[in-house]
């Protein structure tokens, strides 16, 4: 017969397990809420994307690092979301992080919305698309001058335009 002090642990344990396999899976969900400008059910986004952008900027997935040839790209230009075109990211602001992702110190003006994401036990901060929603990646504050901050993007999320 079980105590009334272990069926508590055992209660307490459980909720435990519970709210962290929310965090775990549930991530941010706070920009489903949010109304965007361009919007399409999630068959409409399976035929536009590619499986690996559905799963990135749909889906919150990421790419495995180094996979990306946006990484190293070092042209001058325009990185762009791939879900709807929205310019994000100039390459004036890109810098070479060392993580294997496409790292900016700056997005665009009015390019981006941040949310929190409490996915994979811990707290982070989730860079959106602001026309579309799509996930980009997350913003840390470890990044160089001036801001301070390092937006590690996933390259599928994104399209790159050379500029002259």
């Not at 069926?7 to 991530?27: D, E, H, K, N, Q």
């Not at 068959?43 to 990484?71: C, I, M, N």
Request: proline share 5%; net charge positive; glycine share 10%.
């Amino acid at each position: 017969m079980m105590s009334r002090r272990t069926t508590l642990l055992r209660l307490g344990a459980l909720s435990g397990i519970l709210a962290a396999t929310r965090g775990l899976w549930g991530g941010s969900q706070a920009h489903a809420a949010r109304a965007y400008e361009v919007t399409h059910s999630e068959a409409e986004w399976q035929k536009l994307l590619t499986p690996a952008q559905f799963s990135v900027l749909r889906k919150a997935g990421t790419e495995r690092p180094y996979s990306s040839p946006l990484d190293k790209e070092k042209r001058a230009g325009i990185f762009s979301c791939a879900g709807c075109a929205l310019p994000l990211f100039s390459s004036k602001t890109k810098f070479d992080s060392g993580t294997g992702w496409p790292s900016f110190w700056q997005p665009m003006d009015k390019a981006v919305v941040e949310d929190i994401d409490t996915s994979l036990f811990m707290k982070r901060t989730e860079v959106l698309c602001r026309r579309c929603g799509g996930h980009l990646g997350h913003v840390f504050d470890d990044g160089p001058p001036p801001t301070g901050l390092r937006y590690c993007m996933n390259g599928l999320a994104m399209n790159f335009k050379a500029t002259s």
